[in-house]
């Protein structure tokens, strides 16, 4: 990666103009400037860049007070409703995808500069929200919280394509980018469907044999990445508390 020569300057888009696949990470996202910049890009020349926004739903130090002689508190929907993640962020990005305002209007207004058309036309793009919980160790590796981790998963493999939302009956899925298997009893048919999927990029395989999960990485595809659950995750939670 090349670097700008000293003293030249260089516009902060210039890095991502020439990415059109391009993933940025905003992780002090505010009022969503960031992400509405990269919809407008991906629209001026047919790009697929992805906008990760990372922001906490902290509230004005005046409203703070206000609320507190209210008798409510941090947690309180009254409360939450009012930070900048719920009541700025999440409002923005929606309307300018849409092209309408919470009450379901028409924005007002006109983009420029590159290209000119109304903001009521919105963009051609997708968003997801989620909301940062802790789950219980125990709860993860008992297979108890898949359902609160599986976007996770769907992320960690670009966030394209189907997501896995439910631990699957029949022992193993595949959606567009990543499979999931969960019954290793099941393992051939899973492989032979991954094999299958030209697009998959990771497999993700529950289990707490070593053994087992090194044969069934020796079995897919060598442009699949195998990830054993939830081995991975509990060993990010035990470093990030420091045990």
């Known amino acids: ?29 505010g009022s969503g400037t960031t992400a509405h ?30 609320l507190r002689e209210a008798g409510l508190r941090a947690g309180d929907p009254e409360w939450e409703k009012l930070g900048i993640c719920d009541y700025i962020t999440k409002p923005r990005i929606a309307a300018a995808i849409t092209g309408k305002t919470p009450d379901g209007e028409a924005i007002k207004g006109v ?12 963009f051609e793009e997708n968003a997801e929200f989620f909301t940062l919980t802790y789950e219980a160790p125990v709860a993860v590796s008992h297979n108890l ?14 966030s394209e394509g189907r997501r896995i939302d439910d631990l699957p009956a029949a022992g193993w899925d595949v959606a567009d980018t990543y499979g999931l298997l969960v019954d290793l009893d099941r393992a051939a048919a899973f492989c032979d ?31 699949v990445e195998p990830v054993r659950l939830y081995e991975s995750y509990l060993s990010n939670f035990r470093f990030s508390m420091g045990r």
């Not at 260089?10 to 059109?20: F, G, N």
């Not at 790009?47 to 409203?63: K, L």
């Not at 094999?195 to 442009?223: E, H, N």
């Open 37 to 66: 910049a990269v919809m407008r890009l991906n629209r001026q020349d047919g790009g697929r860049r992805q906008c990760i926004s990372v922001t906490n739903n902290e509230v004005a130090a005046d409203e703070q007070a206000e």
């Open 111 to 122: 983009y420029k500069f590159n290209e000119k058309f109304p903001m009521a036309e919105g």
């Open 193 to 223: 469907a991954a094999a299958a999927q030209p697009t998959l990029r990771i497999a993700y395989v529950v289990t707490d044999d070593d053994r087992r999960f090194q044969a069934v990485a020796r079995a897919l595809p060598d442009s």
């Open 145 to 158: 919280a898949f359902q609160r981790i599986a976007p996770l998963l769907w992320m960690r493999a670009g």
């Open 1 to 29: 990666r090349s670097l700008p020569e000293p003293g030249r300057a260089v516009r902060p888009d210039a890095y991502v103009l020439t990415k059109p696949q391009a993933i940025i990470l905003d992780f002090f996202s």
